[in-house]
């Protein structure tokens, strides 16, 4: 029940004459019992806060860095009118800084019997589910002196989606996927490739396509043309250890992670293959299987929402036979994981042939820009040496690379903005090459 500014205004200008004139304890009593009153007539006439009730609704997702809009409806069950102000409370992180005050604060005025709603707009920073805070409401009398306070617990949540930035490159894929799919005049031929048609030959045809038997049949020359396989499977295993906490620019590599993940899930599914998701680091974090084409996408950003590195080293074994498991028949696993030489030659590398023995195996790391930055730096000392530390770092990650690839694993490293499209590149070559 907490007195407003206007009250304590008040008392200090009920002071002035009893100063000027000489305090007594007449003076004193007329004008405080005057303004004690006042308050008390106030905070009668106050709609009661706790009779209040209250419910929301509005959006349950959003993704990061776009808005959300949570609606909060406020019913006045009493008999008298409720002017208040309202604080909407939620984690810090549900809005960019500075901007909290203006966004969870409300001013409304709901008659008796009525309600009215207000509407806070979210615009989370972090992945995530975020939960609603208590509702706090200070309710003031007509005259504005004294006031109601309390609080309700509204249950509501918003879960903030990765924002899959790589979508702008999904159109200039596709139109790459219908070239390697026939649907163009480019066709092709790899080991492995699906029997797609029979046409007739023309110049410049490969003649190992000509197929003789249906020749015989016909008066024409018939060659056969191909289509990338389809129906592959297709695992993305997301590395959920501590390499994966390391920020790259303005956000972790897990993230960068997840939106090249997202952009092979969506082209993968459009031509036609399954994709699963397997997110691990010392235990298995998500997993996603089994979901038809269309639910492919929305199924792994609803999954990837609530991770977050976890700051241990990744368990690598346990890894591998995790993936094993989820892809039993041929595959291709890619490995959203770090190129960094201990982990790879630690933990990895021992038990890569287990992978490589049965599926086809394709790696994609962040490399830290600021690196490639450093290696080009010279004016002073400093400059040279960090230079030099750059270079030293960059010659172990290809060392490491290329320590992969010996082992017949296809390895994509690139910075966060190129990481999505250069793997992208990488699946539709491997396609092409009839190696899925």
């Given at each position: 029940?907490?007195?407003?500014?206007?009250?304590?205004?008040?008392?200090?200008?009920?002071?002035?004459?009893?100063?000027?004139?000489?305090?007594?304890?007449?003076?004193?009593?007329?004008?405080?019992?005057?303004?004690?009153?006042?308050?008390?007539?106030?905070?009668?006439?106050?709609?009661?806060?706790?009779?209040?009730?209250?419910?929301?609704?509005?959006?349950?997702?959003?993704?990061?860095?776009?808005?959300?809009?949570?609606?909060?409806?406020?019913?006045?069950?009493?008999?008298?009118?409720?002017?208040?102000?309202?604080?909407?409370?939620?984690?810090?992180?549900?809005?960019?800084?500075?901007?909290?005050?203006?966004?969870?604060?409300?001013?409304?005025?709901?008659?008796?019997?009525?309600?009215?709603?207000?509407?806070?707009?979210?615009?989370?920073?972090?992945?995530?589910?975020?939960?609603?805070?208590?509702?706090?409401?200070?309710?003031?009398?007509?005259?504005?002196?004294?006031?109601?306070?309390?609080?309700?617990?509204?249950?509501?949540?918003?879960?903030?989606?990765?924002?899959?930035?790589?979508?702008?490159?999904?159109?200039?894929?596709?139109?790459?996927?219908?070239?390697?799919?026939?649907?163009?005049?480019?066709?092709?031929?790899?080991?492995?490739?699906?029997?797609?048609?029979?046409?007739?030959?023309?110049?410049?045809?490969?003649?190992?396509?000509?197929?003789?038997?249906?020749?015989?049949?016909?008066?024409?020359?018939?060659?056969?043309?191909?289509?990338?396989?389809?129906?592959?499977?297709?695992?993305?295993?997301?590395?959920?250890?501590?390499?994966?906490?390391?920020?790259?620019?303005?956000?972790?590599?897990?993230?960068?992670?997840?939106?090249?993940?997202?952009?092979?899930?969506?082209?993968?599914?459009?031509?036609?293959?399954?994709?699963?998701?397997?997110?691990?680091?010392?235990?298995?974090?998500?997993?996603?299987?089994?979901?038809?084409?269309?639910?492919?996408?929305?199924?792994?950003?609803?999954?990837?929402?609530?991770?977050?590195?976890?700051?241990?080293?990744?368990?690598?074994?346990?890894?591998?036979?995790?993936?094993?498991?989820?892809?039993?028949?041929?595959?291709?696993?890619?490995?959203?994981?770090?190129?960094?030489?201990?982990?790879?030659?630690?933990?990895?590398?021992?038990?890569?042939?287990?992978?490589?023995?049965?599926?086809?195996?394709?790696?994609?790391?962040?490399?830290?820009?600021?690196?490639?930055?450093m290696a080009t730096a010279r004016g002073d000392a400093d400059a040279v040496y960090?230079?030099?530390?750059?270079?030293?770092?960059?010659?172990?990650?290809?060392?490491?690379?290329?320590?992969?690839?010996?082992?017949?694993?296809?390895?994509?490293?690139?910075?966060?903005?190129?990481?999505?499209?250069?793997?992208?590149?990488?699946?539709?070559?491997?396609?092409?090459?009839?190696?899925?």
């Open positions: 029940m907490p007195l407003t500014g206007r009250a304590a205004l008040l008392a200090a200008i009920g002071s002035i004459p009893l100063g000027l004139w000489g305090p007594s304890w007449t003076g004193v009593l007329a004008v405080d019992g005057t303004l004690a009153l006042a308050c008390a007539c106030d905070f009668a006439l106050a709609a009661p806060v706790r009779r209040l009730v209250l419910s929301r609704s509005g959006d349950t997702s959003t993704r990061l860095g776009e808005t959300a809009d949570v609606t909060l409806t406020v019913t006045n069950p009493s008999g008298r009118p409720l002017r208040a102000r309202l604080r909407d409370g939620w984690p810090p992180s549900s809005w960019r800084p500075g901007t909290e005050v203006e966004a969870s604060r409300h001013r409304l005025t709901v008659p008796p019997g009525e309600r009215r709603r207000v509407t806070t707009r979210l615009t989370p920073t972090r992945r995530g589910d975020r939960q609603a805070d208590r509702v706090t409401i200070r309710s003031y009398g007509p005259l504005g002196l004294f006031s109601r306070q309390g609080g309700h617990k509204v249950p509501w949540s918003v879960r903030v989606l990765p924002p899959f930035t790589s979508r702008k490159h999904l159109p200039s894929k596709l139109a790459r996927l219908r070239e390697l799919d026939g649907r163009t005049s480019v066709l092709t031929r790899g080991e492995g490739t699906e029997f797609d048609s029979l046409r007739e030959y023309v110049p410049g045809d490969d003649t190992r396509s000509i197929d003789w038997r249906a020749t015989a049949r016909q008066s024409a020359v018939a060659v056969r043309t191909w289509r990338p396989e389809r129906d592959r499977h297709i695992l993305l295993v997301l590395d959920t250890g501590r390499t994966s906490a390391g920020r790259v620019g303005d956000a972790p590599r897990l993230d960068a992670s997840m939106d090249a993940a997202l952009l092979l899930a969506a082209l993968a599914s459009r031509a036609g293959d399954r994709v699963d998701l397997l997110a691990y680091g010392r235990r298995v974090r998500a997993l996603v299987q089994g979901r038809a084409a269309g639910d492919v996408l929305p199924s792994l950003v609803n999954a990837m929402a609530t991770l977050e590195p976890e700051l241990v080293e990744m368990d690598a074994r346990g890894l591998a036979a995790t993936a094993l498991r989820t892809a039993p028949r041929r595959s291709l696993i890619v490995l959203l994981t770090t190129l960094d030489t201990a982990p790879v030659e630690e933990g990895l590398l021992p038990v890569l042939p287990q992978l490589t023995q049965r599926h086809t195996v394709l790696l994609a790391s962040v490399a830290d820009p600021h690196i490639a930055r960090e230079a030099a530390a750059a270079a030293q770092a960059q010659d172990e990650r290809h060392r490491t690379a290329e320590q992969l690839r010996r082992r017949g694993v296809t390895v994509v490293d690139a910075t966060p903005d190129d990481l999505a499209p250069a793997l992208a590149d990488a699946y539709l070559a491997l396609k092409a090459a009839g190696r899925l």
